[in-house]
Nanobody
Framework: QVQLVESGGGLVQAGGSLRLSCADS????????LGWFRQAPGKEREVVAA????????HYADSVKGRFTISRNNANNTLYLQMNSLRPADTAIYYC??????????????WGQGTQVSVSS
Protein backbone atom coordinates (compact mmCIF):
# COMPACT_ATOMS: atom_id res chain seq x y z
CA GLN A 1 0.00 0.00 0.00
CA VAL A 2 1.34 3.39 -1.03
CA GLN A 3 1.58 5.73 1.94
CA LEU A 4 3.18 8.99 0.96
CA VAL A 5 2.48 12.13 2.98
CA GLU A 6 3.52 15.54 1.71
CA SER A 7 4.01 18.55 3.98
CA GLY A 8 5.73 21.92 4.22
CA GLY A 9 3.62 24.01 1.91
CA GLY A 10 2.30 27.45 2.72
CA LEU A 11 1.78 31.01 1.60
CA VAL A 12 4.90 33.03 0.81
CA GLN A 13 5.74 36.21 -1.04
CA ALA A 14 7.54 36.12 -4.35
CA GLY A 15 11.24 35.62 -3.78
CA GLY A 16 10.67 33.58 -0.65
CA SER A 17 11.57 29.99 0.13
CA LEU A 18 9.86 26.81 1.29
CA ARG A 19 11.06 23.29 2.00
CA LEU A 20 8.66 20.47 1.19
CA SER A 21 8.89 17.00 2.69
CA CYS A 22 7.45 13.68 1.61
CA ALA A 23 7.38 10.93 4.20
CA ASP A 24 7.01 7.27 3.32
CA SER A 25 5.43 5.10 5.94
CA UNK A 26 4.95 2.10 3.68
CA UNK A 27 8.53 1.34 2.58
CA UNK A 28 7.63 2.56 -0.91
CA UNK A 29 10.91 4.42 -1.34
CA UNK A 30 13.16 1.39 -1.12
CA UNK A 31 15.25 1.04 -4.26
CA UNK A 32 13.17 3.52 -6.26
CA UNK A 33 13.72 6.83 -7.97
CA LEU A 34 11.42 9.52 -6.62
CA GLY A 35 9.88 12.64 -8.02
CA TRP A 36 8.04 15.81 -7.13
CA PHE A 37 5.06 16.83 -9.21
CA ARG A 38 2.75 19.83 -9.10
CA GLN A 39 -0.68 20.70 -10.36
CA ALA A 40 -1.87 24.26 -10.73
CA PRO A 41 -5.56 25.12 -11.02
CA GLY A 42 -6.88 24.27 -14.46
CA LYS A 43 -3.62 22.63 -15.54
CA GLU A 44 -2.35 19.08 -15.82
CA ARG A 45 -0.01 17.62 -13.26
CA GLU A 46 3.60 18.10 -14.28
CA VAL A 47 6.90 16.77 -13.04
CA VAL A 48 9.08 19.24 -11.18
CA ALA A 49 12.15 17.17 -10.28
CA ALA A 50 13.33 13.59 -9.97
CA UNK A 51 16.15 11.88 -8.09
CA UNK A 52 17.68 8.43 -8.25
CA UNK A 53 17.60 5.91 -5.42
CA UNK A 54 21.12 6.73 -4.26
CA UNK A 55 20.63 10.45 -4.71
CA UNK A 56 23.60 10.79 -7.05
CA UNK A 57 21.61 12.06 -10.00
CA UNK A 58 18.72 14.47 -10.30
CA HIS A 59 17.02 16.45 -13.03
CA TYR A 60 14.60 19.35 -13.06
CA ALA A 61 11.92 20.97 -15.15
CA ASP A 62 13.33 23.96 -17.01
CA SER A 63 10.99 26.27 -15.13
CA VAL A 64 12.60 25.46 -11.76
CA LYS A 65 16.26 24.86 -12.66
CA GLY A 66 18.59 26.83 -10.46
CA ARG A 67 15.84 27.58 -7.94
CA PHE A 68 14.68 24.18 -6.65
CA THR A 69 16.76 21.34 -5.20
CA ILE A 70 15.52 17.79 -4.72
CA SER A 71 17.14 15.56 -2.11
CA ARG A 72 16.36 12.45 -0.09
CA ASN A 73 17.27 10.77 3.15
CA ASN A 74 16.86 7.03 2.71
CA ALA A 75 17.63 6.36 6.37
CA ASN A 76 14.41 8.06 7.41
CA ASN A 77 12.45 7.48 4.19
CA THR A 78 11.96 11.16 3.42
CA LEU A 79 12.10 13.11 0.18
CA TYR A 80 12.67 16.88 0.13
CA LEU A 81 12.23 19.79 -2.22
CA GLN A 82 13.99 23.03 -1.34
CA MET A 83 12.32 25.84 -3.23
CA ASN A 84 14.04 29.23 -3.44
CA SER A 85 13.25 32.40 -5.36
CA LEU A 86 9.61 31.39 -5.54
CA ARG A 87 7.39 32.94 -8.18
CA PRO A 88 3.60 33.27 -8.46
CA ALA A 89 3.79 30.73 -11.31
CA ASP A 90 4.99 28.14 -8.76
CA THR A 91 1.60 28.23 -7.06
CA ALA A 92 0.21 24.69 -7.14
CA ILE A 93 -0.45 21.58 -5.11
CA TYR A 94 2.78 19.60 -4.84
CA TYR A 95 2.88 15.80 -4.76
CA CYS A 96 5.53 13.10 -4.53
CA UNK A 97 5.57 9.70 -6.15
CA UNK A 98 7.86 6.91 -7.19
CA UNK A 99 8.98 7.57 -10.77
CA UNK A 100 10.70 6.05 -13.75
CA UNK A 101 13.77 8.26 -13.68
CA UNK A 102 14.26 8.16 -17.46
CA UNK A 103 10.70 9.01 -18.45
CA UNK A 104 9.47 10.89 -15.33
CA UNK A 105 6.35 8.72 -15.46
CA UNK A 106 4.79 8.24 -12.03
CA UNK A 107 4.69 4.62 -10.99
CA UNK A 108 1.69 4.65 -8.69
CA UNK A 109 -1.71 5.70 -9.93
CA UNK A 110 -2.84 6.82 -6.50
CA TRP A 111 -1.57 10.07 -5.01
CA GLY A 112 -1.31 11.53 -1.54
CA GLN A 113 -3.20 14.62 -0.48
CA GLY A 114 -0.40 16.89 -1.62
CA THR A 115 0.71 20.14 -0.03
CA GLN A 116 -0.45 23.55 -1.21
CA VAL A 117 2.13 26.14 -2.19
CA SER A 118 0.85 29.66 -2.80
CA VAL A 119 3.14 32.48 -3.88
CA SER A 120 1.88 36.04 -3.81
CA SER A 121 3.27 38.79 -6.01
Amino acid sequence: QVQLVESGGGLVQAGGSLRLSCADSGRTFNGNALGWFRQAPGKEREVVAAITWGGGRAHYADSVKGRFTISRNNANNTLYLQMNSLRPADTAIYYCNVVDYYTDAPVFGSWGQGTQVSVSS
